[in-house]
C-alpha cells in the first residue's frame, strides 16, 4: 500500500531558529515528491517538487532533500520566521497512477517570537 | 505561476439545501480536477478526480449523488453538495493539474462549509 509518513506530528521552534521535518514514504513507482505549506483555512501552496534524479532543491529560506534509495525526503527550514507557523505537506505522486497524489499527515510548526 | 481560483472561500447553508462550489484554472488547461475535503488537524482526503469531459470517478465511501462533480470544460469544475447535513460541513479543496501546469498539482484556496 502506498503510504507517505512524516514526523514529527508537530513542533514548536523560536523565531529565528532552524528546523527539519521528515518524510518517508513506501510509494511506488515513484514519480516526485512536493513539499506543500498549507496556513490555517487556506489550501496548501507548493513549496519544492523533486524527481527521482534531485537530491536537493531550495525555496528561499525552505531547502527540500530527497533521497530515493532510502525513500526519504526532509524539508530544512532556515532562520525560522512568524509567517513559517503553518502545517507542511509532504506528497508523493505515483507513476501512471492517474495523476493521483499519496498524502502525508502533515507536520504543523508554530513558531513562537 | 499556475493560479487556481476556488470560490466560495466560506459558505453558511441550512440542512437540506444544495451548495455549488467552482474551482477554475485561470491561466492553464485543468485536464484534470481533484476534489479533497479536510477535516480539522488531518490531512487532505481525496474524493474524486474529474477528467473534462467525462464523469468524475469517487473515491470509495464517497457517495457520488451526494457530491456531484462537473467538469464541462478545460478551466471550470464544480462540486455540488447535495442535500447538505451538519455532518458535510468540512474544508473542501481543489487542485487542478494540466497543460502548462508543469509538474504541478495547483490547489484553490479552499471553501469553509457550515452546515446549520
Known amino acids: 500500500k502506498n503510504q507517505v509518513e512524516q514526523s514529527p506530528q508537530s513542533l514548536i521552534i523560536l523565531e529565528g531558529k532552524n528546523c527539519t521535518l521528515q518524510?518517508?514514504?513506501?510509494?511506488?513507482?515513484?514519480?516526485?515528491l512536493r513539499w506543500y505549506k498549507q496556513d490555517t483555512g487556506r489550501g496548501p501552496v507548493s513549496l519544492t517538487i523533486m524527481t527521482f534524479s534531485e537530491n536537493t532543491k531550495s525555496n528561499g529560506r525552505y531547502t527540500a532533500t530527497l533521497d530515493a534509495d532510502t525513500k526519504q525526503s526532509s524539508l530544512h527550514i532556515t532562520a525560522s520566521q512568524l509567517s513559517d507557523s503553518a502545517s507542511y505537506i509532504c506528497v508523493v505522486s505515483v507513476q501512471a497512477a492517474g495523476n493521483k497524489l499519496t498524502f502525508g499527515g502533515g507536520t504543523r510548526v508554530l513558531v513562537k517570537p | 505561476g499556475a493560479v487556481v481560483s476556488q470560490h466560495p472561500s466560506w459558505v453558511i447553508c441550512k440542512s437540506g439545501t444544495s451548495v455549488k462550489i467552482e474551482c477554475r484554472s485561470l491561466d492553464f488547461q485543468a485536464t484534470t480536477m481533484f476534489w479533497y475535503r479536510q477535516f480539522p488537524k488531518q490531512s487532505l482526503m481525496l474524493m474524486a478526480t474529474s477528467n473534462e469531459g467525462s464523469k468524475a470517478t469517487y473515491e470509495q465511501g464517497v457517495e457520488k449523488d451526494k457530491f456531484l462533480i462537473n467538469h464541462a470544460s478545460l478551466t471550470l469544475s464544480t462540486l455540488t453538495v447535495t442535500s447538505a447535513h451538519p455532518e458535510d460541513s468540512s474544508f473542501y479543496i481543489c487542485?487542478?493539474?494540466?497543460?502548462?501546469?508543469?509538474?504541478?498539482?495547483?490547489f484553490g484556496s479552499g471553501t469553509r462549509l457550515t452546515v446549520v
Open positions: 518524510c518517508n514514504y513506501t510509494v511506488s513507482p515513484f514519480s516526485n
Open positions: 487542485s487542478a493539474y494540466g497543460q502548462g501546469g508543469g509538474y504541478g498539482y495547483t
